[in-house]
């Protein structure tokens, strides 16, 4: 009996080094979603105690990155259609967005800190502006590095609305940005 017990520690904490491997880009995923510091901290660290529950649902040589992902969208989802029935009286518009903070130290001198300050606000602005449905799919593919079929089973959707909706948050995105990206850009569409 106490063996099986060593045995079971020892497997939950292989399980748990190797999904703490993710836990920069489930932070990365939680805080698009959420919008908030805390609130992606708390769902990284819900999906966490999730996993280590379901651990043997999760069936080793497949994806656990996907298979992370997939327990935060769907726990994020929850919260969010539980949060739909009440009113919020906090203005999440109103706090200033941290997460393109975390990128590897370069000691990029003082222009380059302001202007990348700069870019990711507006970036982190334009992902905010994007519908839920259409900023997924750009989460997961163009941020979290995930393949369309991968995008789509995590989505549970079929690849072609992955493909569509993909297509329909870059335009947007794209929209959204483009007077800060390339200004001379909108009079060469004139033209």
């Known amino acids: 009996m106490a063996g099986e017990r060593k045995t079971e520690g020892a497997e939950r904490d292989a399980f748990a080094r190797e999904a703490m491997v993710h836990l920069d880009h489930l932070y990365r995923i939680a805080f698009h979603l959420a919008k908030d510091e805390d609130h992606a901290q708390e769902l990284v660290q819900e999906t966490f ?17 996907a298979w992370l992902t997939k327990i935060l969208q769907n726990l994020f989802f929850d919260r969010y259609q539980q949060s739909k029935r009440w009113i919020s009286t906090d203005d999440p518009a109103g706090q200033e967005s941290n997460d393109w903070k975390h990128r590897p130290a370069e000691n990029p001198g003082p222009e380059s800190q302001v202007l990348f300050k700069e870019l990711s606000s507006n970036i982190t602005d334009a992902l905010k502006r994007i519908p839920e449905e259409f900023r997924a799919p750009i989460l997961l593919v163009d941020m979290g590095d995930f393949s369309y079929a991968e995008a789509a089973e995590i989505l549970a959707c079929p690849i072609g609305t992955i493909r569509s909706r993909l297509s329909r948050g870059r335009k947007l995105a794209q929209q959204y940005l483009a007077a800060y990206v390339d200004i001379e850009q909108k009079g060469s569409y004139r033209k």
């Open 49 to 65: 105690v999730r996993a280590l529950a379901a651990r043997h649902q999760f069936n080793p040589g497949t994806n656990m990155k």
